[in-house]
């Protein structure tokens, strides 16, 4: 594709400055400040002390603490397990939903609808009606069968998070994997039928593969935005019991906004950053090969 | 046999939509039961609907919340589009050396954990007396969607023939007409549901509405944390609140259906 006169394009390039600017005006320098924040030892509890450098002292007083680890791990069991369930689960939604039925429409979007529910909701929504142990659902159905209700949250804290989230995650990766049934190629479909292949077969060696690079999207994508995971444990177990259900966002939110920690709680937030970044660089590598040279 | 297995695998489909639905549905439901029915054991199928815990509810002022969360997402949905949008045109019709290298750069920005700024954020509003105001939120939230609305609208105009674009050039329009009069109208559905995206999220918001905001200017998702700490018990009050606060988001997320997906993946899967 050629580009458009080169004259007219100077006065239109300036139509990125604004978005530019206000998105760097947000997102980067304000990133600036927590690095320079990091270092200093301080403390809205106590204004009396102020702002002291302290190069590295909170970065050490974060990986002495074992409470670090604790919400690392968790953040690790809670991304990994979430995403597992949306795979497995999503895949087999879409491969429910690539027939054809009445009415699928509609089941389409019925399975849509918890990825449009404020993680707030979601979380409130689960705590009560669900899972409360005396008036919950899952409490009626354990008097049903005559099992003693469980309580799901102060119980297995981080399990029923894991849940909760992947319920939320699902129809994305319905969708995404759903997109990927429907776009395979017929002709190689057709191929495969010719050869006596069964359906099984097929599956295996033509949908799968071809699969791959739309859960490879889903995957990564799910990763980025699981991992900032907040509303659903703020409003469920506010990250208890102690740090059982803590993850790393909700572990800056504890430290900056319930202890007034800022030097802490940026320092966790350098950290936080610098594992997405590393993350980022493999979503941008297969970005970059998925659209390879397009984008220009 | 395989007449049999179908219905049989619909009849499976159906009902694994009523489960997943079901926390929803119910949320749905309890907001029509007064207090005592709401959390009476098993739960009751059968009962006289009442529209008292909506009035209440809505008598205790839920309505300034949501004022603050339609002029907050509204304004900052408009905002990232205007900028978005002229953003990726200009991205995307203009060949520029360094035009992957910007689009990557938005797309990190979104990538990048909120908590990673949460903090100078509250220090930088704190001391410029924005705290609680809804200017701090309009302005995260408009940088927040911005990325978004580049690359959706990035796919779309990448769809346009060139030719379109260069025959408006032929008749002596400027770059600023051909854009308003025959780019725009082309890309219509794509602004829309890229709009329509930007609003779901900036709506479902939580850790900036939480930690910048205390009664003001504090959005729906913030109002239903305080509410359930303060009135957890009144189930059929705070599902009348849920709902309320999910049905916006839901009902026009449900309208982005079909640029969902390429709108989720910044264009790299076509829905």
């Not at chain 1, 390039?13 to 600036?32: C, D, E, G, N, Y």
């Not at chain 2, 159906?14 to 959390?39: D, R, S």
């Not at chain 2, 797309?107 to 990673?116: C, D, F, H, N, Y």
């Not at chain 2, 329509?196 to 913030?222: D, K, R």
Request: with cysteine.
């Amino acid at each position: 594709m050629k580009s458009i006169g080169l004259k007219s394009a100077p006065p239109l390039k300036r139509l990125l400055w604004p978005s530019i600017i206000l998105v760097a005006l947000v997102t980067q320098i304000p990133f600036i400040l927590t690095i320079y924040y990091s270092f200093l030892d301080w403390n809205l509890m106590r204004p009396d002390k102020g702002a002291k450098f302290v190069w590295f002292a909170n970065f050490k007083a974060i990986f002495m603490g074992s409470e670090f680890y604790t919400v690392l791990g968790n953040t690790f069991i809670l991304t990994a397990c979430t995403l597992l369930l949306c795979l497995v689960f999503g895949l087999c939604l879409a491969l429910l939903m690539n027939r054809d039925f009445l009415g699928k429409g509609l089941l389409r979007t019925i399975f849509v609808a918890p990825f449009f529910v404020m993680p707030a909701v979601a979380g409130i929504v689960w705590k009560t009606a669900i899972l409360n142990p005396n008036f919950g659902i899952t409490a009626y159905f354990a008097g049903v069968f005559g099992q003693d209700a469980v309580d799901w949250l102060g119980s297995y804290p981080l399990q029923t998070i894991i849940a909760l989230v992947s319920w939320q995650w699902i129809p994305f990766f319905m969708l995404i994997i759903l997109a990927g049934l429907q776009s395979v190629p017929k002709d190689a479909m057709e191929a495969c039928m010719i050869d006596g292949a069964s359906t099984f077969q097929r599956f295996i060696y033509v949908v799968i593969p071809h699969l791959l690079r739309y859960i490879e999207v889903a995957v990564l994508l799910g990763l980025l935005f699981i991992m900032q995971t907040f509303g659903e444990i703020y409003v469920t177990t506010s990250g208890g019991p102690g740090y059982a259900s803590t993850n790393l966002p909700f572990y800056v939110y504890r430290v900056g906004f319930k202890g007034w920690d800022i030097g802490g709680a940026s320092a966790i937030g350098v950290v936080i950053v610098i594992i997405t970044l590393i993350l980022l660089k493999y979503l941008f590598k297969f970005l970059r090969r998925t659209f390879r040279g397009e984008l220009s | 046999m395989k007449k049999l297995l179908a219905v049989l695998l619909t009849i499976f489909t159906y009902l694994a939509a009523f489960i997943y639905f079901f926390p929803l549905l119910w949320m749905f439901i309890t907001g029509f039961k007064n207090e005592g029915e709401a959390v009476i054991m098993p739960p009751s199928l059968f009962f006289h609907p009442t529209l008292d815990n909506y009035k209440i509810v809505w008598g205790s002022g839920i309505g300034a919340f949501l004022g603050n969360s339609a002029i907050i997402v509204v304004i900052s949905t408009l905002l990232a589009l205007i900028l978005g949008v002229s953003a990726a045109y200009a991205l995307s019709m203009f060949r520029m050396k360094k035009a992957d290298d910007i689009l990557f750069w938005f797309i990190s920005t979104k990538m990048l954990p909120a908590v990673g700024v949460i903090i100078p954020v509250y220090i930088i509003f704190k001391k410029l007396g924005l705290l609680d105001s809804h200017l701090a939120l309009i302005l995260l939230y408009t940088a927040m969607n911005i990325p978004l609305a580049v690359w959706m609208m990035r796919s779309f105009f990448k769809d346009i023939p060139y030719e379109l674009i260069e025959s408006t050039q032929v008749d002596g329009a400027t770059g600023l007409q051909g854009f308003f009069k025959v780019t725009l109208p082309l890309v219509k559905p794509g602004v829309i549901s890229t709009g329509l995206l930007c609003f779901v999220f900036a709506w479902n918001e939580f850790l900036f509405g939480v930690s910048l905001t205390y009664t003001n200017s504090s959005t729906m998702p913030v109002f239903m944390a305080s509410f359930m700490t303060q009135e957890g018990l009144f189930w059929g009050k705070m599902s009348a609140v849920a709902t309320t606060a999910v049905l916006p988001s839901v009902i026009l997320g449900w309208f982005t259906q079909k640029q969902l997906v390429q709108g989720l993946t910044m264009g790299a899967v076509k829905g």
